[in-house]
């Protein structure tokens, strides 16, 4: 049996009934009639004498062990019921008695609950007796199933008297708790009785000195009144008495006096501490602002250091060296300093002021006077004012512009537009223009000269030609009265003002066509597997191409009808034209199971038979090719190829030409879609597909889009490479090393170029600049990512260059609190991280500004002791190429390798400041071929991206560049045009100017 716990010692009758008990006794209550029988005359067999000892020797009466029976049974209907189990109570309550436990007086067990302790209760062993023979127990022997059954209950009532000791033992802790509590709360409610106590004997006590003082002043008062006429010795213990009393309020008010002012003095003490300490906290806020942001400055690669990574240089053209345009204060990237149409070197030679546009001061510009064949160095004079006009004649292939009461400042610019969305409109005859003038004219006069083989070829008709504007806010075309001249093959109009206009036939432009749009899709074995095709570039093994196609369908919708066919050496068509889009494009995602042919990419051929699918073709159609191609054409046939580009144009067919991966000719399929109004696409990989869909959706809304969303500016594409920053870019900031000093992003701009380009060599031999020195070569052929070219290059990963870039993000690099010797230097965590990444520390010198502060600052800074200290030199690091090895050298050498090729004979820089229109068209025809050019603004290297023109003003363009010094945004840079005068003829210039700054724009042609 298990050892029992002291329990807490009871008296009287006191029934125990644990929950186990209770379900007991309930169990036994509820026994049917025929099993308590059953246990009634087991018990008497059993144990008859010791029934009738124990009634014999029970003290208790009769009426309290009927009492005692639950359910109103006696003791006479239940006891035989227990009577194999009296022992078992007898002996438990001697053995307790001794350990001071309560008696027990009834413990009910049920029947179920008994029989299944009796089961798991082993065999008991032989009784034992005492030394003098007699038996433990009282009564007859017991047979071998009841010495089992009474080991049995005895278990269980342990276990039973153990659960009811636990609880017992609970309530007494919890109640001695909570007498130990409510002892504490009387002795605290005792204390607060004496507190009140003896505040109520302090009050009677201070109530009784105030009555014996005003007692004393009564008898005081008293007794004044008494010896008012008395001698004059009384008037003085009179006196004498009222100056013990003033005493005693003096002294009572000085030290209530007192006590207040030391109050005061605490109270201004703490004020004054807890001012000091905000105006201590402020000031070190305000110096902190001040060194984030000086710390951001010298962690940005354009604050490093004073020196540029490509300085500017002047061209040739410009006849003036940079020290003479900076000794004669004249602005330096533009060849017109005033912007009055004269150049300097002009200017410098007729005498004129070139920091003045209007330099005799009549309110005319120079260039204006000087193409005006009048002199802008004479004196002002009454001939010559701001409000002389004149007829101006200007024009361009294929248009002359009168322009009438014009006043003589005005730059009046009239040229071809080169949106082919624009000049691809069903009806449209030759190219758009526009025409622009900055000043208010009388009258426009605008006079096109129609290519009549156009009209014909086309089948469009003459006699119903007009000149027609297009609202660059409706998207739409609006007829203009016009006069022809069939024998001048000229149409005339009058036109309201500045805008974009052009020749179209009526009939066709009043009729609503349909559109047409056939894919024709690269199915040669490049775009499979190396499992299905030897030797395959692996250009689309997920057939994103088909997704593509089905895509682009989705997005247009039931805007167009569809068609599609498939090439490579052959071609195959897929599916006819209809207006069934599902059929479509389950005919074209079926092409996965289609066994690939290896028989080359024929391009011309595939367009060719393209063309034939739109079958009969309404001149109002709008009928677009969307060919898709991952190679070279193997069809080495230029007169093919024309032949192919002059029946497209003859059914007013576009063709957008979209290459996927490196091996494509940009300029072969850049010449298809142009020739045809139509639009080339580069796409780096399968994934780059994606990117399109907005392109062909500018495309189809006149390559119009939105500059700013703020203000609805909008304005019109004029050339896009397709680069996507988030993509494309290298995933890397700048970065400063042992070979570029001064940052490393004209290398960078270099090989993003050539990478998305598929230009990029796998190995390459070193070279020598102009200078002299010498570059070393480099091998990636051991780098997968960058050998295949299928990576985008923002995943491509350098460990030299991610330890850069960890150092770029650290906060708090420098100890400003802490400047040592006029040197800014480094905290020792910043040490710690650059001697582990492999990165070298070198001072720079650095030209301190101090912070702008008012007075108030001032003498804040002063009192709390927070002066911000000046240094001339700082701690900065960069890239030791010679702590690299493996594929982290060959990348940093490929790097170096491109940063110096702008110093070679291998490139060409057009500058748009003097050589604007060349530069303007080297940078149209890089960026319509698929290449984000590398340009040089600010001395900083960037990738152009796409060029936009403004809607309202057409001498504005938009040129939107990725900047490896924030890789994380696009940056836009705009470009102002201007006419330049010179002596033989007239041409425009650019100023560059980002974010409200002007500098030098450059472009690099390799």
């Keep these: 049996m298990s050892k029992k716990k002291p329990g807490k010692k009871q008296t009287g009758k006191e029934i125990i009934k644990p929950a186990e008990s209770r379900e007991a006794v309930k169990s036994v209550q509820e026994a049917p009639e025929e099993q308590k029988a059953e246990a009634k005359a087991d018990a008497k067999k059993a144990d008859t004498p010791k029934a009738e000892t124990a009634k014999q020797t029970d003290p208790a009466p009769a009426a309290e062990k009927e009492k005692a029976s639950p359910d109103g049974e006696t003791k006479a209907d239940n006891e035989e019921d227990w009577t194999t189990t009296e022992n078992v109570y007898e002996r438990i309550a001697k053995r307790d008695s001794s350990k001071s436990e309560p008696k027990l007086t009834t413990v009910h067990i049920s029947r179920e609950r008994r029989e299944a302790a009796e089961e798991k209760a082993p065999a008991p062993e032989p009784v034992s007796q005492s030394s003098s023979g007699e038996k433990k127990y009282s009564g007859p022997p017991l047979t071998e199933e009841q010495r089992r059954r009474i080991a049995a209950m005895e278990n269980l009532l342990d276990h039973d008297l153990d659960e009811v000791r636990a609880r017992r033992d609970e309530a007494d802790l919890a109640a001695r708790k909570r007498e130990e509590a409510q002892k504490k709360k009387e002795q605290e409610r005792l204390e607060r009785l004496k507190a009140s106590q003896k505040f109520r004997e302090q009050q009677e006590a201070h109530a009784k000195e105030n009555a014996k003082l005003r007692e004393e002043r009564e008898k005081e008062k008293e007794k004044e009144q008494k010896n008012t006429r008395t001698t004059a010795g009384g008037a003085r213990s009179h006196g004498t008495s009222k100056v013990r009393k003033n005493a005693v309020d003096r002294s009572f008010n000085s030290n209530v006096i007192e006590l207040s002012f030391l109050r005061i003095i605490l109270a201004v003490i703490v004020i004054l501490a807890l001012a000091y300490a905000g105006l201590f906290l402020y000031s070190r806020n305000i ?148 025409f622009y003038s900055t000043g208010k004219c009388q009258e426009i006069q605008l006079t096109f000269a129609y290519p009549v083989n156009t009209v014909q070829k086309k089948g469009y008709n003459e006699n119903a030609l007009s000149v027609f504007e297009f609202d660059p ?112 494009k389950n005919e074209i995602s079926d092409l996965r199971n289609v066994v690939p042919p290896f028989s080359g990419t024929n391009i011309p051929n595939a367009v060719d038979h393209a063309i034939k699918e739109f079958g009969t073709i309404n001149a109002a159609d709008k009928n677009y090719i969307i060919l898709l191609t991952d190679g070279m054409s193997t069809s080495d046939n230029p007169t093919y190829d024309q032949t192919v580009i002059d029946t497209a144009q003859k059914y007013n067919i576009t063709i957008f030409t979209v290459g996927l991966g490196k091996n494509i000719d940009a300029d072969y399929l850049s010449h298809y879609a142009s020739s045809t109004n139509g639009q080339f696409f580069q796409a780096t990989n399968a994934d780059a597909l994606a990117f399109i869909y907005e392109k062909i959706e500018h495309f189809m809304s006149y390559n119009r889009v939105e500059l700013e969303k703020d203000t609805g500016r909008t304005g019109f594409i004029v050339a896009d490479s397709g680069f996507k920053y988030q993509r494309d870019g290298l995933g890397y900031n700048n970065f400063r090393s042992d070979f570029a000093p001064n940052g490393a992003d004209v290398g960078i701009a270099g090989l993003i170029s050539d990478y998305y380009t598929g230009a990029l060599q796998e190995k390459a031999e070193g070279y020598t600049t102009n200078d002299g020195k010498k570059i070393p070569g480099y091998d990636i052929s051991g780098i997968t990512e960058l050998k295949n070219g299928k990576v985008d290059l923002k995943d491509i990963k350098v460990e030299i260059l991610d330890s850069y870039g960890k150092y770029l993000l650290m906060n708090d690099k420098w100890e400003f609190n802490n400047v040592k010797a006029n040197l800014l230097g480094y905290t020792p965590e910043t040490r710690d991280f650059i001697d582990n990444a492999g990165l070298r520390v070198i001072t720079a010198p650095y030209e301190f500004k101090a912070p702008e502060e008012t007075d108030i600052e001032k003498l804040l800074r002063t009192i709390t002791f927070s002066q911000v200290r000046s240094f001339d030199r700082y701690e900065c690091v960069l890239i030791d190429s010679s702590y690299t090895s493996g594929a982290d050298k060959e990348v940093l050498n490929m790097i170096q390798w491109y940063c110096y090729l702008p110093y070679t004979s291998n490139c060409e820089i057009y500058d748009f400041g003097y050589d604007g229109d060349y530069a303007f068209e080297a940078l149209v025809s890089e960026l319509s071929t698929g290449n984000p050019a590398v340009v040089i603004y600010n001395g900083s290297a960037l990738n152009a991206v796409r060029l936009t023109r403004d809607t309202k003003d057409p001498m504005l363009f938009i040129l939107d560049a990725y900047d490896s010094n924030s890789p994380e945004r696009m940056t836009k840079i705009e470009l102002r045009r201007s006419p330049l005068y010179t002596n033989d003829h007239s041409s425009y210039q650019y100023s560059a100017t980002r974010n409200g700054t002007s500098s030098p724009l450059q472009i690099i042609i390799k």
């Design 287 to 434: 110096n902190d602002a001040f060194f984030n942001s000086l710390a951001a400055q010298l962690t940005s690669q354009n604050r490093l250091v004073t020196d540029q990574s490509m300085p500017y240089v002047p061209p040739a053209s410009a006849g003036m060296t940079a020290d003479e345009k900076a000794n004669k204060s004249l602005e330096l990237g533009v060849a017109d300093s005033d912007y009055d149409g004269l150049s300097d070197l002009l200017e410098d030679e007729i005498g004129s002021n070139p920091l003045n546009s209007d330099t005799n001061g009549n309110k005319i510009p120079d260039g204006a006077e000087y193409m005006t064949g009048n002199d802008p160095t004479a004196p002002a004079n009454d001939t010559i004012t701001d409000k002389l006009t004149k007829d101006i004649t200007v024009g361009t292939e294929g248009l002359t512009a009168v322009v009438k009461g014009a006043p003589i400042s005005a730059d009046i610019s009239v040229e071809k537009i080169g949106n082919h969305s624009i000049n691809g409109t069903p009806g449209l005859i030759g190219q758009a223009y526009s």
């Design 473 to 584: 806010n409706e998207l739409d075309f609006k007829q203009i009265p016009s006069t022809r001249n069939d024998a001048a093959k000229t149409i005339t109009a009058t036109v309201p003002d500045n805008g974009i206009y052009a020749v179209c036939d009526t009939s066709i432009m009043m009729q609503n066509g349909k559109t047409q749009i056939f894919f024709v899709i690269d199915n040669s074995g490049s775009m499979y597997s190396e499992k299905l095709c030897k030797g395959s570039e692996e250009n689309d093994i997920e057939f994103k191409r088909l997704d593509f196609a089905i895509n682009l369908i989705d997005m247009i919708g039931d805007q167009a009808i569809y068609g599609a066919g498939e090439f490579s050496g052959d071609y195959k068509n897929i599916v006819a034209i209809s207006d069934d889009r599902d059929k479509v």
